[in-house]
């Protein structure tokens, strides 16, 4: 194989920007998109720019069009699919594709519950196939930074990370603008399911999944919603490190903040700038040793230098690509996606339930609490319930 060839599903927001890139890589070509919506296979609305130029603003004729995925999978004119469409479809669309001997790229999150995203992955294994998820934030050049010296030992053992991620904001017409948004039945989820899964994932990325976990969720607190818009987690980590976890779609101006704090000092990341304060030695032995009942001896503060390079969702397609091709190794590999839904789940769980959650929780559990949600919401919220179905039915002729 010299060049793979991509199917596209999903021409709304994300599967625009997906579309604008493809003439920018090498070794590919776009030959089919597929959206229920036949509107959208022929007109193509170009969104503001992203995290790259927009290059592509028109279809190729050659292009195959089809808003049936299945029928795409099945024309044999596609090696490879990304999956942009709401994330309720992902594991139907992606386990069909590894069924076919199809690579696979889905946009986060893979799935709405970890049991869905562990199914997912298990049909993947059978397959001989490459699937990633698109993590694109692990491409950009400061998160590498923090990933290499969490791995180099440079800033020691955890003692306490701390995330103050707030600059989710979201206004009330965002969410009435796809009746899919802001509720139970269509998107399975609020910030957690829809905005920070990114942050889920650099946070698991980084420092692994906490062995429990205790949280605030507030549905609904800033929005008319029924999902959650206010969270904040209190962490337990592998080695004993505490962690907490802030985020919102209600504040503006928001803050994204990140503390890591280890045995040599704390590195600082926001604003885009990355600063380690490194201490004279280890803090224990400080602790331990210091004659100074008050030691105040100021850290030597290191301004990290990161590399400026470009980065985003076409370097994770990018990647696959020379995957497939057998050129590199996977950036963000599809099973890694499944530890970022058991993170958001254990959260929800253990918000809407009020105590302390093991992680990862137990999936017959959180899927219990899913369908109650989605039950109230149909009983009591009905003008906020969403169906799938009839949606999908809307588009029959």
Known sequence: MKKVRFGLIGLGNIGTRHFGYFPELENAELTAICDVDKTKLTELKIPENFDHPITATDFDKSIAKFTDYREMLDSGKVDAIIIAVP???HPEMAEEAFRRGIHVICEKPIAITAREAREMTAAHADSEVVFAAMFQKRTEPVYIKIKEMLESGELGELRRVSWNITDWFRTQSYYDSGGWRGNWTGEGGGVLMNQCPHNL????????????????????KWHDITVEDDVLVLMELENGATASFITTTGDTPGTNRLEIAGENGKLVLEAGKLTFFKTEEPVQKILDHSEKAFYSKRPRVIEVPVETKAHGHKFITQNVINAVLGKEK????????????????????????GRAVEVPVCEGEFDQLLEELRTDERQNAPDKAFDWEAYLRSFDV
């Open 330 to 353: 996977l950036m963000s590999p599809g099973p890694d996606g499944v530890k970022s839904v058991q993170l958001a789940n254990a959260i929800l769980l253990s918000g809407l339930k």
């Open 87 to 89: 994330h309720y479809f």
């Open 201 to 220: 994932d650099l946070f698991q990325w980084f420092f692994g999944l906490p062995k429990r976990l205790q949280a605030l969720v507030y549905l609904g």
